[in-house]
Nanobody, 119 residues
Framework: QVQLVESGGGLVQPGGSLRLSCTAPGVIFSSFRMGWYRQAPGKSRDVVATITDGGSTNYADSVKGRFTISRDSAKNTVYLQMNSLKPEDTAVYYC?????????????WGQGTQVTVSS
């Protein structure tokens, strides 16, 4: 079973920044749509940002203008740059890789990384 590996979470003060990273041994991200999701306690897992294999991005309204998703094909890594963090951004952040090819869907998740925004 493929599992993605996230890193970069932690505790940050309101207004601060963090950069999350996601990679996966044995999985070539270039053909996948990559995404970052988050889940706060007692809430559902919601999409934060996605990036297609062609580089098109999409963001949740709550993070537009503050978060940036990007991918480095050479490093097989996807990033989420988070600026101007707010307490409501506190959640476990998950990386996702999704691909539909020749009728076969491949969908992988990471174990999550905790982001806590608090003074």
């Amino acid at each position: 079973q493929v599992q993605l590996v996230e890193s970069g979470g932690g505790l940050v003060q309101p207004g601060g920044s963090l950069r999350l990273s996601c990679t996966a041994p044995g999985v070539i991200f270039s053909s996948f749509r990559m995404g970052w999701y988050r889940q706060a306690p007692g809430k559902s897992r919601d999409v934060v940002a996605t990036i297609t294999d062609g580089g098109s991005t999409n963001y949740a309204d709550s993070v537009k203008g503050r978060f940036t998703i990007s991918r480095d094909s050479a490093k097989n890594t996807v990033y989420l740059q988070m600026n101007s963090l707010k307490p409501e951004d506190t959640a476990v952040y998950y990386c996702n890789a999704d691909r539909l090819s020749w009728g076969v869907r491949n969908n992988y998740w990471g174990q999550g990384t905790q982001v806590t925004v608090s003074s």
